[in-house]
């Protein structure tokens, strides 16, 4: 029977309560809730709110609840309202009055904002360990390609010599923002909602002190309306989880071009890739595009969750419930997204010989040219038309400007000399962008050891 039944003279439609019932989602948050009900009954019995005999056989019994549901000795009942209804149901049936005692100086408001406090804390923690492992592996294929060139891309046109390590690193610094943003989401996550009860608090001589301490949050929320109506804490997850997709699709987008034949500058392993039907050539980037795709329904949770909150009134609302399976949504795809991720970037081939033939192509070293004349004496935009003029020459002739010959170079200016082919080579293109952020191998090479001390002695 549902805990407001003395107020009502008839029971609830069946659909309807199927409607209105959370236990399918909500059951996953057993474990906080159990954990939060017994440092609620400890304090309860330190202030002396109830017997020390009560606390010790609802603390007990609330355990062994959740080493049997871990255990699967017990199932947890699919027609009960919610997972808090159902741990206390339980605990009453076992205790009788005792276990009812439970619920004193305490609210479904509060103890479910504690709850999804509490899970959303642990899964922060945990796809910030996933994003660990991933910049182990992005850093690992770093290091391995400090000095493999390619073409860097403006508006999907080749533009100027990079490595493939610099290119990777990029996606790097992403995913440390990416961390940040995770933390500091964690840092404002972890404040006790518990106290706040239905809406004004209680009163009974309660120590919310004790509480936080007991389950580790960092401070208490300091208004009861606030503690049990905020879901902030719920979109700015999901914003940044947002953000993370974001940054994996435009990594795995990356993965669908360049394993196409028109780049072929990668190979996906045939653990990562699927076939065709009638095709028996195809090799196809099946899970990059799945990451791609899911990116969509991150987005979509997020405006969930917003949409929901948009319009709601002071304090709590049934409209909130909706707050859980978005966000458990956005939780588990990010989580399944960066799993697969992982081994897929750990085994790709890389295509070096065809990154660097691409790279060959398309005068990406056009303004290396130009600063050729400029560290002559000329200025930059005069030096910028000229090589302009020269790069029209060289298509008309269906030649590179490592081609061009001299006699050449100097019909457009004197200052040209044979040392023009050492400054346009590509290597030397991406050795002398030895600025801090800069493509060269030493400098790539100074960040990736940055980033892995970062890793190894902050995060």
Known sequence: ???????????????????????SFDSRLYKQDIQGSVAHAKMLSKQGIIAQNEADKIVNELNKIKKEIDNNTIAIDANAEDIHMFIEAELTKRLGDTGKRLH????RNDQVALDLRMYLKEETNTIIELLKELLDTL????????????????????????????????????????????????????????????????????????????????????????????????????STLSIIMMHLSRFSEEIILWCSW???????????????????????????ELIRGKTGRVYGDLITLLTMMKGLPLAYNKDMQEDKEAIFDSIDTV????????????????????????????????????????????????????????????????????????????????????DIYNEISLEKCVTNRNVIGGPSPIQVTKRIEEVKKYINNTL
Not at 7 to 20: A, Q
Not at 140 to 153: L, S
Not at 266 to 283: H, R, V, W
Request: aromatic content about 10%; glycine content about 4%; charged content about 30%.
């Open 1 to 23: 029977m549902p805990l407001w039944e003395g107020r009502f003279k008839k029971s609830i439609d069946s659909k309807t309560n199927d409607f209105n019932s959370s236990i």
């Open 104 to 107: 004193t100086a305490r609210s």
């Open 139 to 238: 850093l690992k294929k770093a290091e391995e390609n400090t000095e493999t060139v390619m073409p860097g891309y403006t508006h999907m046109q080749r533009a100027q010599p990079i490595t493939f390590a610099h290119h990777l690193m990029a996606y790097v610094e992403m995913i440390l923002r990416d961390i940040d943003r995770l933390n500091c989401t964690y840092k404002r996550m972890n404040v006790l909602p518990l106290g706040s009860c239905a809406l004004a608090g209680t009163t009974y001589n309660i120590d919310r002190e004790y509480v936080k301490e007991e389950l580790g949050f960092y401070d208490i929320s300091k208004n009861s309306l606030d503690g049990v109506s905020d879901r902030d804490f719920v979109i700015e997850l999901a």
């Open 262 to 288: 028109e780049f072929k500058f990668i190979e996906l392993d045939d653990a990562f890739s699927t076939g065709s039907s009638i095709m028996p050539q195809k090799k196809n980037p099946d899970i990059a």
């Open 335 to 418: 989580k399944i997204c960066i799993i697969t991720l992982i081994p897929m970037i750990d085994t790709i081939k890389i295509l070096k010989q065809n990154m660097r033939n691409a790279a060959s192509k398309g005068f990406i070293n056009a303004t290396d040219c130009a600063d050729y004349l400029v560290k002559k004496g000329i200025p930059f935009r005069k030096a910028y038309k000229i090589v302009g003029q020269i790069v029209s020459f060289c298509i008309e002739k269906n030649i590179t400007l490592e081609e061009m010959q001299i006699e050449d170079y100097k019909k457009f200016d004197d200052n040209f000399e044979s």
